[in-house]
């Protein structure tokens, strides 16, 4: 049998449909046993195709209809519900190929609500939480606010006003299906109610939160909720783990919802760090050192330790509490002391125990006056070949423009160490540029890069630190090729952070390429682009008191082999006498430079033979200084709590043991620290 396929039984295209309302699948593909069918469906796309000219295939199934259904007859008024025959002002309309409906005989019907809003001359639907407006002669509705477009117009006749059928379904979610046989429309109006809870609060710990169940259920038919079901709902969870819990609610009709599932993530309570630590010892004479162990534990990880009176040694007697309060990364706390006794028996002086026990890293005071009538390694040195780029002024940066702008090859460093004083957020760059007629390749071997901070010599230690960790761990190695004329950002660690007023960056970079690159090392604002703006920008000029340049042979090696250490001995570096400053050129302003300090020169310091029982120390003479040295692969700090000061401090780099000894050191001037500086070797006291 040939059937003629009817356009009013298209779906909506799910293009139509209010995302807040989505359109169920099993609307156009539910199937009833016993019925003649259409086994294709379409959507309004397609519904132009009249129901004159399409043949369909047909299956023979029952006519029944469930009791909520609500039952529609082509080109007729007659409705059906729940065995009641009921009769439309007008009858299902069919206009180029969009199906119609008298919008208050289905409303009525349905069990929604409508009205007419005379100010905007709006028909208004609302079926529970959500509201439909369709004006006469429009092809336009919205849906809870939002405007959706129907594929045909609605339009009045005979005081009735028609809409598309699909404009109603897919905004309300009904599903429905075609009987061709029996040529009516079924909409199921069972629709069943929604459940849905959250939960609070968001993190819950075993047996101690409890747990807070929120339900937001509804009915779309505006229907009230009459009945509840949950399973496996706690308040309180005993132990960790994941728990399930369902929710499903019932409507006023009789109709339950599909569950509603949580899984919710039960977390074993947080259990405060416990702080514990021992000596060695409990009784101690005056200069012995104390070995304490910290022993504190957690079930999550300790994140700060503070001690109080946790001395190396104590030089008068008498009992002394030292304590510790730990905290654990949930800001919980635990606190620990212990007194021992210090008798009044003296092992070592409290300067013999500083030069013989004091670990590396720290420091002590003496008496710092007679330093420089000590005698002088009498080292020499020769230079290898590596350009630096000094880029240290202005060093305080006041307007955006270009710090520095040179053109390099082979082996190069750049030290660059600027605070922004700008007046706003900015951001540094390094714009390389290849102004050669072949490809050019840039390698980076090390980088050590700090800051944005507020304290210079902050971020010049740290910068050197960095710089030696990634010759340790070579994790900053890496390659770029440039085109001829091509511009790329190097260094990219440098912008990577906002630059606010008074924050100061610091780095060091050892690079190299095979052909002569254009390096412009700039400050702009942070939201400027830098390949964009580079040629509009100013040079600017240095600041009169602080250094930049440009410096071959910047690599300094000093090699000794006389024995050394075994009288008090010092190497000075930075100078300019035993250790001359490198020359060169700013070559900006196209004057000659001195390297004042030797800032960005890498010191390569070979020790062939240190006598036994030896202390290596570093004593500022210059004024304060923080930073680290590399002493025999060991990345060493010049103080680990902050600044060492001249004269009269020295930090502990290094101590050989029973035999002479080579010590390699390697060594750079940090940036916001002062030179020149003292390598010290002098002779611990006797065991």
């Known amino acids: 049998m040939k059937l003629k396929k009817l356009s009013m039984l298209t779906v909506l295209a799910l293009s139509q449909v209010a995302t807040a309302i989505p359109v169920s699948a099993e609307a156009s593909t539910t199937v009833y046993p016993n019925a003649t069918v259409s086994q294709e469906v379409y959507s309004e796309d397609n519904a132009a195709e009249t129901a004159e000219t399409t043949e369909t295939k047909e299956t023979t199934v029952t006519n029944q209809a469930a009791p909520t259904d609500l039952i529609l007859y082509f080109n007729s008024t007659k409705m059906e519900q729940g065995g009641v025959t009921y009769n439309a002002p007008q009858p299902m309309q069919v206009k180029k190929g969009v199906s119609y409906v008298p919008i208050r005989a289905l409303v009525d019907r349905v069990g929604y609500k409508v009205s007419y809003d005379k100010k905007t001359k709006e028909t208004v639907i609302v079926s529970g939480v959500n509201e439909l407006r369709f004006k006469t002669d429009s092809s336009k509705y919205t849906v809870n606010g939002v405007t959706k477009t129907m594929k045909g117009t609605s339009y009045q006749t005979k005081n009735t006003f028609m809409v598309p ?11 429905y299906k075609v009987d061709n046989v029996g040529k009516r429309v079924i909409m199921n109006l069972a629709t069943k109610p929604v459940a849905k809870f959250t939960i609070q609060p968001g993190e819950i710990m075993a047996g101690q939160t409890e747990v807070t169940y929120t339900t937001e259920s509804s009915s779309p038919q505006g229907l009230p909720i009459v009945d509840e079901r949950w399973e496996g709902k706690q308040d309180v969870f005993a132990t960790a783990g994941k728990y399930t819990v369902s929710y499903s609610v019932q409507d006023s009709n009789g109709t339950w919802s ?7 993530e039960v977390k074993q309570p947080n259990l405060p760090p416990v702080a514990i630590f021992t000596t060695d010892k409990e009784e101690y004479k005056m200069g012995e050192f104390i070995t304490i162990t910290d022993q504190s534990t957690d079930d999550g990880k300790i994140v700060k330790h503070d001690w109080n009176n946790n001395a190396y040694a104590f030089f008068t007697p008498g009992p002394k509490t030292i304590s510790l309060t730990v905290t654990d990364d949930s800001g919980q706390t635990a606190s620990y002391e212990k007194t021992i006794v210090v008798t009044s028996d003296t092992l070592y002086s409290q300067d013999e125990f500083n030069r013989m026990f004091l670990p590396a890293g720290e420091k002590f005071v003496f008496d710092g006056s007679a330093v420089p009538s000590w005698p002088k390694v009498a080292y020499t040195y020769n230079d290898e070949p590596s350009t630096l780029i000094r880029s240290n002024s202005p060093e305080t940066v006041n307007t955006e423009g270009i710090v520095y702008q040179e053109t390099a090859v082979g082996n190069t460093r750049f030290m660059i160490h600027h605070v922004n004083n700008v007046g706003k957020n900015v951001k540094m760059y390094v714009v390389a540029t290849n102004t050669n007629f072949t490809p050019a390749t840039i390698k980076t071997e090390n980088l050590g890069f700090a800051g944005p901070s507020p304290i210079a010599t902050a971020a010049g230690k740290s ?28 260094m990219t660690e440098l912008n990577q952070s ?10 060091f970079s050892d690079m190299s390429s095979d052909y002569p690159i254009q390096y412009n090392v700039i400050m702009i604002d942070e939201k400027l682009d830098p390949l964009a703006v580079l040629d509009k920008l100013p040079i600017l000029d240095r600041d009169g008191v602080h250094n930049r340049g440009t410096y071959p042979n910047s690599t300094r090696v000093i090699r000794y082999s006389e024995p050394v250490g075994a009288i008090s001995q010092r190497l000075p570096l930075g100078d300019n006498q035993d250790d001359p400053n490198l020359t060169g050129m700013d070559p900006m302003m196209g004057v000659e430079a001195s390297n004042a300090g030797n800032f960005g020169v890498l010191y390569k310091i070979t020790l062939d033979r240190v006598a036994p029982n030896t202390l290596i120390s570093f004593n500022p003479r210059g004024g304060k200084y923080s930073g680290y040295a590399m002493v025999n692969g060991d990345i060493t700090a010049i103080y680990s709590k902050g600044q060492v000061s001249a004269p009269n401090e020295q930090a502990v780099l290094y101590r050989t043991g029973d035999y002479e000894q080579k010590v390699e050191i390697l060594l750079t001037a940090a940036p916001g620290s002062n030179l020149p500086v003292n390598l010290l070797f002098t002779q611990m006291p006797k065991k």
């Not at 059928?165 to 599903?175: F, N, P, Q, R, W």
């Not at 599909?258 to 919710?264: A, E, G, K, N, S």
């Open 165 to 175: 059928l699909t404009a109603i379904t897919a905004a309300l979610d009904i599903k």
């Open 258 to 264: 599909d569950p509603y599932t949580v899984t919710i």
């Open 463 to 490: 910068s050197v630190e960095r710089y030696f960790q990634s010759m340790q761990d070579g994790s900053k190695r890496s390659s770029v090729t440039l085109a001829p004329g091509e511009s790329k950002l190097v």
């Open 498 to 507: 906002v630059m606010k007023p008074g924050g100061v960056i610091s780095l």
